[in-house]
């Protein structure tokens, strides 16, 4: 499975929009983008994954670059409950095998 | 109504012991797993179950022992507990086997002393 690195850490206003990058480089064709979050103490949280395309939710959006070779997940209007570590995860595999890297801390302030 | 609920919480007890975390799950998932978060937070399958049947051994130790006795529910038994199994352990649950979304439990603080 490719390997993907995010930001340690990164801050975010109240009310403004969340951008998260990630770089997976070394991704295969048939591997999908997956972002979970896990707030402090609590299980992981599916977002949303894609292939290629685009992809919106009730909780995010996903931007596919045209080669693959990143992603990049927006919040679009951060609350203070979006305060969270945030794991970007790229996978071909099947059975739940996914590979929960360090992921990037996303602080949402005041 | 909790999708995926396993007890205890927290579970403090002493080298040598042997306990058990219990998981269920209430969405009608095939597949359900386990997995480990370590003191550096990063999060390790270990046990991949579907339709009680065993898919993915991540070379855990043979001292944790998964027991699914139907497709709601999948136990961790764990004998002679050693000081680096503390850790939390996360439960899960997926309807498909691939490109599936996974719904985890709100996870066991297991610490042994």
């Known amino acids: 499975d490719a390997k993907t690195t995010q930001p340690p850490s990164m801050d975010c206003a109240e009310g403004r929009a969340a951008n998260l990058p990630c770089n997976h480089s070394t991704i295969s064709g048939n591997e999908y983008v997956y972002w979970y979050r896990q707030i402090h103490s609590q299980g992981p949280q599916y977002i949303i994954h894609g292939l290629k395309n685009n992809e919106t939710n009730e909780m995010a959006s996903l931007i596919i670059t045209e080669d693959r070779k990143s992603s990049t997940l927006i919040l679009p209007h951060a609350t203070l409950r979006d305060t969270a570590v945030y794991y970007c995860i790229v996978q071909t595999d099947s059975w739940g095998k996914f590979q929960f890297g360090a992921g990037t801390q996303v602080v949402v302030t005041p | 109504d909790t999708a995926v609920s396993q007890t205890p919480k927290y579970l403090v007890t002493q080298m040598g012991n042997d306990k058990s975390i219990k998981c269920e799950q209430n969405l009608g998932h095939d597949t359900m797993y386990w997995y480990k978060q370590d003191s550096k937070k990063f999060l390790k399958i270990m046990f991949s179950y579907n339709n009680k049947e065993l898919i993915i051994n991540e070379t855990v130790p043979n001292r944790f022992s998964p027991k699914s006795p139907d497709k709601a529910h999948l136990n961790l038994h764990i004998n002679s507990l050693e000081l680096g199994d503390s850790a939390v352990y996360f439960c899960?649950?997926?309807?498909?086997?691939?490109?599936?979304?996974?719904?985890f439990g709100s996870g066991t603080q297991l610490s042994v002393l």
């Open positions: 899960a649950s997926s309807s498909a086997h691939y490109n599936e979304k996974l719904f």
